[in-house]
């Protein structure tokens, strides 16, 4: 009886799981409907509820955005209001932040996030995975070698973390993309292992 619980559980759990976050996802999206003026509401036109049409404008919105950004006159306006924004007390500090972060991580060209360390942490003989990010030049001046600076997540939620200046000596790059590590943390290494155990099979089994 007992094999059979966990069984049903390996099933359901998983799937339970996916179908909580997509209905947060929706919900959470359709509330951008409210932007819209009321007579404008889906709700209100058609005379039905249908989910997930807040997904549809999101993506219509942000869609336009990126089109605007993408002439000149679009970007002078962007720039014109991050501007403004920067020069609100406490709001530019903190948008500011943000702003740096999102660009780090969805632009093409950032630096950080871009290779996959093991550090030697919590203590001198367990290493963890870690990922490289930029170091600022005021740090770097007080350093007599090389260091780097890592962010090491938390299992099994990676946007929880830690960040360290560890020296470049006493880390270890690997040759995994940022998105095997990521899985690899987010599973407990048990995706990873999977994943090795397939490649494997097919270079024996070709």
């Given amino acids: 009886m007992k094999k059979y619980l966990i069984t049903g559980l390996l099933v359901w759990v998983p799937l339970g799981i996916t179908i909580w976050v997509l209905s947060l996802t929706i919900r959470t999206m359709d509330q951008t409907l409210l932007l819209l003026p009321e007579q404008w509401h889906p709700d209100r ?11 549809i404008l999101t993506l219509v919105v942000v869609g336009l955005t990126g089109l605007l ?5 679009g970007q002078y306006l962007w720039v014109q209001w991050e501007k403004a924004m920067l020069h609100v007390p406490l709001v530019g500090s903190i948008y500011k932040g943000v702003k740096q972060v999102s660009d780090t991580l969805l632009s093409g060209s950032g630096k950080s ?3 996959v360390l093991l550090v030697r942490y919590p203590h001198s ?5 870690a990922f490289q990010t930029s170091v600022p030049g005021e740090v770097t001046d007080q350093f007599n070698e090389e260091y780097v600076a890592v962010f090491i997540p938390t299992t099994p939620s990676p946007v929880n973390g830690f ?15 940022v ?5 690899t ?16 099979n097919h270079i024996q089994n070709p």
């Fill in 179 to 183: 998105d095997v590590a990521l899985r």
């Fill in 185 to 200: 943390i987010v599973s407990m290494g048990v995706v990873a292992d999977t994943e090795a155990g397939k490649h494997r």
């Fill in 69 to 73: 950004m993408r002439n000149m006159f």
């Fill in 163 to 177: 960040y360290f200046y560890v020296r470049k000596a006493d880390t270890i790059e690997l040759d995994m993309t």
């Fill in 125 to 129: 003989q367990a290493w963890s995975l």
């Fill in 45 to 55: 036109v058609l005379g039905i509820h249908i989910p997930g049409l807040g997904i």
């Fill in 113 to 115: 996030f871009r290779k």
